[in-house]
């Protein structure tokens, strides 16, 4: 954790702290009458002991780091063991676009926004476990989940799909080290030989609707907390009933691992 975010924690919790102790040791009758300066000689009071012990502001902050730690590895198990449940629309849900093998042995799945930075780091990733696995098929779900631009790309990055130019529209807009706007859309879908009229009219109809609808959804039943996130397996879920999940950045060697334990 870095300095700023300790920070930012830090005084979250002293003001937190105050408010606590004021409450906790006041009765609800004298809550409401006491007075701005009362009040502020309390959180005084309070602030100057936090500054005598801070080892009680970092054991607070090592207490919520524990604790959003574990509620986020509980989180990964439950998802890990009820992936096979949501098998179909992970690897075989409509109009999902898909890249390298489409008939490969392996199946990945990324849910990713093009605002995540971690997603975009991933990338170059992606695209060179695709060309050193012939037999990997890799489905992209568009999961815009930072705001308007983020579904406004996912929009532009469907519609581009079924003019059959997905993946170097998408591929290009992630690596395009330029912060997401409209402009930079069209900019990229042009450069990506992307009809941008058709593509606009295709970015709001029923399919793109549909089709975030239904990304959205199995982002929640799956009980997603964030992206990139990868779930890896068999195409053919008849040959095993196992899909592995990933969540977060990694390397081109943890990824082929990943792949390599699925075969």
Same mark, same amino acid.
């Given at each position: 954790?870095?300095?700023? @975010?300790?920070?930012?924690?830090?005084?979250?919790? !002293?003001?937190?702290?105050? =408010?606590?102790?004021?409450?906790?040791?006041?009765?609800?009758?004298?809550?409401?009458?006491?007075?701005?300066?009362?009040?502020?000689? @309390?959180?005084?009071?309070?602030?100057? /002991?936090?500054?005598?012990?801070?080892?009680?502001?970092?054991?607070?902050?090592?207490?919520?780091? $524990?604790?959003q /730690?574990?509620?986020a590895?509980?989180?990964?198990?439950?998802? %890990?063991?009820?992936?096979?449940?949501?098998?179909?629309?992970l690897? $075989?849900?409509?109009?999902?676009?898909?890249?390298?093998?489409?008939? &490969?042995k392996?199946?990945?799945?990324?849910?990713?926004?093009?605002?995540?930075?971690?997603?975009?780091?991933? =990338?170059?990733?992606? +695209?060179?476990?695709i060309?050193?696995?012939?037999?990997v098929?890799f489905?992209?779900?568009?999961?815009?989940?930072?705001?308007?631009?983020?579904?406004?790309? =996912?929009?532009?990055?469907?519609?581009?799909?079924?003019q &059959?130019?997905? /993946?170097?529209?998408?591929?290009?807009?992630?690596?395009?080290?330029?912060?997401?706007?409209?402009e930079?859309?069209?900019?990229?879908?042009? =450069?990506?030989?992307?009809?941008? +009229?058709?593509?606009?009219?295709?970015?709001n109809?029923?399919?793109?609707?549909?089709? !975030?609808?239904k990304?959205?959804?199995?982002? %929640?039943?799956? %009980?997603?907390? &964030?992206?990139?996130?990868?779930? @890896? &397996?068999?195409? +053919?879920?008849?040959?095993?009933?196992?899909?592995? /999940?990933?969540?977060?950045?990694?390397?081109?060697?943890?990824?082929?691992?990943?792949i +390599?334990?699925?075969?």
């Amino acid at each position: 954790m870095n300095s700023i @975010i300790k920070a930012s924690i830090a005084a979250t919790l !002293l003001s937190t702290l105050a =408010a606590t102790s004021f409450a906790a040791n006041t009765p609800a009758s004298a809550q409401v009458s006491v007075t701005p300066a009362e009040r502020a000689k @309390i959180e005084t009071v309070v602030q100057q /002991y936090l500054m005598q012990k801070p080892e009680v502001i970092i054991e607070a902050v090592q207490n919520f780091q $524990r604790k959003q /730690y574990e509620q986020a590895e509980l989180t990964v198990k439950k998802t %890990q063991q009820t992936a096979s449940t949501f098998a179909a629309p992970l690897f $075989r849900q409509d109009l999902d676009p898909i890249a390298g093998n489409p008939k &490969g042995k392996v199946t990945i799945v990324e849910f990713f926004d093009y605002q995540c930075t971690h997603c975009v780091d991933m =990338a170059p990733v992606v +695209d060179a476990i695709i060309k050193a696995n012939p037999d990997v098929r890799f489905v992209f779900k568009e999961f815009p989940i930072r705001g308007p631009l983020s579904d406004f790309a =996912a929009r532009a990055a469907l519609a581009a799909n079924k003019q &059959g130019k997905y /993946y170097q529209f998408s591929h290009a807009l992630l690596g395009s080290n330029k912060p997401l706007t409209q402009e930079l859309v069209y900019e990229v879908a042009q =450069a990506s030989g992307v009809d941008v +009229d058709q593509m606009k009219k295709d970015m709001n109809n029923i399919e793109t609707n549909n089709q !975030l609808k239904k990304n959205m959804k199995l982002g %929640q039943d799956l %009980q997603l907390f &964030g992206t990139p996130a990868f779930f @890896i &397996g068999k195409t +053919d879920m008849s040959a095993s009933g196992s899909i592995n /999940y990933v969540p977060g950045r990694m390397d081109q060697a943890q990824l082929q691992e990943a792949i +390599d334990k699925t075969k």
